[in-house]
């Protein structure tokens, strides 16, 4: 049903899991990522894709989405898979592939999100789900929380307040997609049911 894409950590994958949604696979496009000892452990079915072994960035994208394919997910959720993926990618699994950011977007795309809400000096931060297009961490918004900075945080801490919150909206949003709730509607996403698009954090 669902194919996770890992690159390390995989607390979103865990997460995932323990919020009972049918993860099928994990693909890693690094072999020692520590979210293939969870997978391993649960059960569930892993793969690695070494980008490194590639030359050509089509080459290592052609193989990933062989070993995709194998497992026929409907979902595609990338949850820090850190490869940059191509046009041509990212359509195949067009209307059917998650990211989860750790930021509000569109503020702060990209990497070092904590550490730059910081120093900018905004006073909410967060994280986002949304379906994946060609543009980097952009595309519909499924679903976001709103995490309130704190006088003098450090990003480290700001990290793990938002990565609890990552925790509470990744597996709302798969949930919802696996249940056929969420309506594309141009640049924006709606859930039918009308159930809550925004999170806001209490600690
Ligand atoms: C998370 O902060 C996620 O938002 C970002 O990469 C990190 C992955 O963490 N895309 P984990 O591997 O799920 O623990």
Redesign the pocket.
Same mark, same amino acid.
Do not use: V
């Given at each position: 049903m669902l194919v996770v894409l !890992?690159s %390390?950590? %995989?607390?979103? /994958?865990q997460a995932l899991v323990e919020a009972g949604l049918p993860v099928t696979a994990v693909i890693s496009n690094r072999g020692d990522a520590a %979210?293939l000892n969870y997978a391993q452990a649960k059960g569930i079915a892993t793969a690695v894709v070494e980008h490194r072994a590639f030359a050509e960035r089509a080459a290592f994208e052609a193989a990933l989405e062989r070993e995709i394919a194998r497992f026929k997910p409907r979902l595609v959720a990338l949850?820090?898979f850190m490869r940059v993926l191509t046009p041509a990618f990212v359509e195949r699994y067009r209307n059917r592939m998650l990211? !989860?950011?750790?930021s509000l977007l569109p503020a702060f795309a990209g990497l070092d999100t904590h550490a730059r809400a910081l120093a900018a000096g905004v006073k909410v931060h967060g994280?986002t789900v949304h379906f994946v297009t060609p543009e980097l961490d952009s595309g519909p918004i499924v679903v976001q929380a709103a995490v309130p900075v704190r006088a003098q945080e450090r990003a480290d801490e700001l990290a793990a307040r938002v /990565?609890r919150q990552?925790h509470v909206i990744y597996p709302r949003a798969a949930r919802w997609f696996l249940d056929d709730r969420l309506v594309i509607e141009g640049a924006l996403v709606r859930v039918k049911g009308n159930d809550a698009q925004l999170v806001m954090a209490r600690d």
């Open positions: !890992i %390390g950590r %995989g607390s979103n /994958l %979210g949850a820090g990211n !989860i950011h750790p994280c /990565l990552e």
